[in-house]
């Protein structure tokens, strides 16, 4: 009996010395819902499905991905943190700021890195590149799992580099390593303008710029699709939210401009797909 007694406690000694179990590492939908992200960031979730989007962009753990032109970081909050606590790295492609006459690109760059400093722990060690007309690598050649071009192709085009967008994404990109385009959507069977002035690309547009850089399309989806949008809004598709101009460009806001018909559209009718560099 007392031998009993004497096992019991030792294994109830045993017990309560054992080790709580370890969280496993960040997932996407705990990156999404991750308490750093703002309240008006998280708002515009419904709109462009973070989780999903990057699910169909197949992020994994671990992985090297290259965010070109993070802007405020919208998907940098979502893509760091999760790198971070997976041992992945972000390369973040920012906008080359050796123009003196872009005083608004050194500030866009500047905020940005303030951001990635105040949360070093959050954020790891994100290495901030750069792309624009003369840039270099936006990473080491053959290096990155997935590139990811996030509402940015008519930027591209207004500045006459989205070829070299497409070229950089496939040099720094591993055989078998995606290309992931999400893009504000024009009509099909138009003819493309190539600035892309209301900030609307032709899906099939899109498609010829990565194949002629080699990539392969290897599916296209619907996630962030929006059938209300019309596309002929009167500041194209600046007009809609989340930016809500109501004047041209350069000019003061109109304080009479009507919101409510382009708020019950919502945001841009878009694009989603998913290339693959061969092996």
């Known amino acids: ?21 370890k969280a496993g590492p960040m997932t996407v939908a705990q990156a999404v819902a991750g308490e750093w992200r703002t ?4 708002a515009r979730d419904p709109w462009r499905h973070p989780a999903e989007t990057l699910e169909f962009f197949r992020l994994a753990p671990g992985q090297t991905v290259v965010e070109f032109w993070p802007g405020a970081g919208w998907y940098t909050d979502i893509l ?4 971070a ?16 006459g872009e005083p608004a690109s050194a500030e866009i760059v500047a905020a940005y890195r303030r951001k990635l ?6 954020y790891g060690d994100v290495e901030i590149t750069a792309f624009g ?31 070299k967008a497409f070229h950089d994404a496939f040099v720094a990109l591993k055989p ?15 003819v493309q303008d190539i600035l892309a002035a209301d900030g609307y690309v032709q899906q099939a547009y899109v498609a010829q710029l990565a194949q002629e ?62 290339f693959i560099k061969p092996t």
């Open 213 to 274: 850089a080699g990539f392969i399309l290897d599916k296209a989806s619907e996630i962030n699709a929006n059938p209300k949008d019309t596309k002929d809004h009167p500041f194209g598709v600046w007009t809609l939210p989340p930016v809500r101009r109501s004047s041209p460009r350069g000019q003061p806001d109109d304080p009479t401009f009507d919101h409510a018909k382009y708020e019950a559209v919502g945001e841009s009718d878009r694009m989603t797909l998913r």
């Open 85 to 100: 606590a997976t041992d992945g790295k972000l390369f973040a492609a920012d906008l080359q700021t050796n123009d003196p």
């Open 176 to 190: 078998g390593g995606i290309l992931g385009v999400e893009e504000h959507r024009a009509d099909a069977g138009g």
């Open 39 to 42: 309240a008006a960031d998280k």
């Open 133 to 163: 007309p003369t840039s270099g690598a936006v990473a080491p050649a053959g290096s990155a799992d997935l590139a990811l071009f996030l509402r940015n192709v008519h930027n591209w085009m207004a500045a006459g580099i989205a070829e």
């Open 1 to 21: 009996m007392i031998a009993s007694s004497l096992a019991l406690a030792a294994c109830g000694k045993k017990a309560d010395k054992a080790p709580a179990p």
């Open 80 to 83: 760091a943190p999760f790198l």
């Open 117 to 122: 400093r105040a949360r070093p722990k959050l």
